[in-house]
């Protein structure tokens, strides 16, 4: 199904103070002052801040029916949710790819999935806390020995970590390849604000620092359901998330 449709118009925020707002199916997504003095570049510095939030470019209409002036764009990318599972072979290696907090653990709590490895879980089998980073060498090393072992198996298996650096894809999709296994690309990428909202929710030994959240979210914005394919996916799709 397509995303919601993003509109984008120019905007009275207090004062004298003009600028835009971005919504996303009729939801408020967020706003900015003026960005250049003349229409024509304010309008096209608009239409990048825009594109950034959103994380790919759009084919904007421009319109003034039924309103004020705006910009109208759909998003093209395909998304999923836990109905995605149901055109997926048995046999397929399941990578989510996403920052933290982006909703991959619930994903699979929600879809009933049987078989994950997850680095936290890890983490917290191995040393007791799954938030103690100093863990994660181990906790990989486990991932790996669990990887090799349900691939050989041929079970299906979610892997539940952020996965996303180009360089761990790589070796996840050699992995699967050398067990003829399928291997599917599961994207979450919420507004940043939302991973930062959930992040701070969680305990304390949880939380991922900012900075580091921030990266998660800037690599998962790259990571397109195109640039997965190319990697060597047989198959990639946006999963729905909450803004």
């Known amino acids: 199904m397509p995303l919601p449709r993003y509109v984008l118009a120019t905007t009275h925020l207090s004062g004298d103070l003009f600028g835009w707002q971005l919504n996303r199916g009729g939801l408020f997504l967020d706003c900015h002052e003026t960005f250049a003095e003349t229409f024509d570049r304010d309008v096209e510095a608009a239409m990048d801040w825009a594109e950034q939030i959103i994380g790919t470019r759009q084919d904007w209409r421009h319109t003034r029916e039924g309103g004020p002036e705006r910009w109208i764009a759909t998003d093209d990318r395909t998304v999923a949710g836990t109905d995605v599972l149901r055109s997926i072979e048995p046999r397929t290696l399941l990578v989510a790819v996403g920052p933290g907090a982006s ?3 619930t994903f699979a709590a929600e879809a009933g999935i049987v078989t994950v490895v997850c680095l936290d ?3 917290e089998q191995i040393g007791g806390d799954a938030g103690d980073q100093a863990l994660t060498p181990a906790a990989v090393i486990e991932q790996n020995i669990l990887l090799e072992r349900h691939l050989s198996e041929g079970i299906p298996l979610y892997l539940d970590s952020t996965n996303v650096e180009a360089r761990v894809r790589a070796e996840l999709v050699e992995r699967a390849r050398r ?7 599961l994207r979450f990428l919420p507004h940043l604000d939302t991973c930062r909202a959930r992040n701070a929710a969680r305990p304390t030994n949880r939380r991922v620092p900012d900075d580091v959240l921030a990266w998660q979210h800037s690599l998962a914005l790259a990571a397109t359901p195109k640039a997965l394919l190319a990697e060597g996916f047989t198959a990639a799709h946006d999963i729905v998330t909450p803004l």
Do not use: F, Q
């Open 103 to 105: 909703g991959k653990s």
């Open 121 to 123: 879980s890890l983490r």
């Open 179 to 185: 067990h003829g296994r399928p291997v599917v690309a």
